[in-house]
């Protein structure tokens, strides 16, 4: 039986596009797991059951490694102990301006969750102190390897 694929929705296409032409001249920061070693690497896939969270961060170019920085804080520090959290990247972006956050959850549940935290309002403060976000809730549809 054929498999059948379901049609992208144009949020999707939007945020599939957006991430991908931006990761295209980014600079990656190893990924961390919940155990924190950064030695292992995002599983990017069709079909799972993974929810993606994309943060693309725009920045001065001065700023872009004490984002980075507070970026790589806020993986070990809080989301790394969330339940539910899988991994985080963080991509700085070449001309300096920008910076993405790619995080993987269990579920948009999770994601709910960590938001409702105590923990979370502090440290988005920080970085809208320094940094203006714009935050996309994914789901993998496309993947093509060479």
Not at 65 to 92: D, M, R, W
Not at 108 to 122: C, L, Q, T, Y
């Amino acid at each position: 039986m054929p498999e059948i694929k379901p049609t992208p929705s144009r949020r999707a296409i939007v945020a599939t596009s957006l991430g991908a032409g931006a990761l295209l001249a980014a600079r990656i920061v190893p990924s961390h797991s919940q155990t924190r070693s950064s030695n292992m690497e995002a599983t990017i896939r069709t079909g799972s059951d993974i929810t993606t969270l994309v943060n693309v961060f725009t920045v001065e170019p001065d700023k872009q490694q004490k984002l980075v920085q507070l970026l790589k804080e806020g993986t070990e520090n809080f989301f790394s102990k969330q339940p539910g959290f899988i991994s985080s990247s963080v991509h700085a972006g070449k001309e300096g301006g920008r910076a993405i956050n790619y995080s993987q959850w269990k579920s948009a549940g999770d994601i709910e969750n960590f938001r409702k935290d105590p923990k979370f309002m502090p440290y988005i403060q920080r970085l809208a102190a320094i940094a203006k976000a714009e935050t996309i809730l994914c789901e993998v549809v496309e993947v093509n390897h060479a």
